[in-house]
């Protein structure tokens, strides 16, 4: 069945990096879209990087450009997203997504990401 399985959240001070990891399984992973969101305790879902499935295009929301960055190794079926000069508003749940042709969209359990002194 289709997995997608997030790891590398955590407890970080200001100006910390996270790298996090979302190991999927149960389809045919270069075929589709990976996009990582997050949503803090009050506030609207948010979209904060992508990445497409063939010809790696790769977009970032605003207030992330700069600090964050999306890769994925598709001999892994892994997607990756690297957050360095972490800020207290970074703090969230991040999901990893994979969806294909707005048909198929599965979504991972998440993890925490906290930045804090």
């Known amino acids: 069945q289709v997995q997608l399985v997030e790891s590398g959240g955590g407890l970080v001070q200001p100006g910390g990096s996270l790298r996090l990891s979302c190991a999927a399984s149960?389809?045919?992973?270069?075929?589709?879209?990976m996009r990582w969101y997050r949503q803090a305790p009050g506030k609207e879902r948010e979209l904060v990087a992508r990445?497409?499935?063939?010809?790696?295009?790769?977009s970032y929301a605003d207030s992330v450009k700069g600090r964050f960055t999306i890769s994925e190794d598709n001999a892994k079926t892994t997607v990756y997203l690297q957050m360095n000069r972490l800020k207290p508003e970074d703090t969230a749940v991040y999901y990893c997504?994979?969806?294909?042709?707005?048909?198929?969209?599965?979504w991972g359990q998440g993890t925490q990401v906290t930045v804090s002194s």
């Open positions: 997504t994979a969806v294909l042709a707005a048909i198929y969209d599965y």
């Open positions: 149960g389809f045919t992973f270069s075929s589709y879209v």
């Open positions: 990445i497409g499935p063939t010809d790696g295009y790769i």
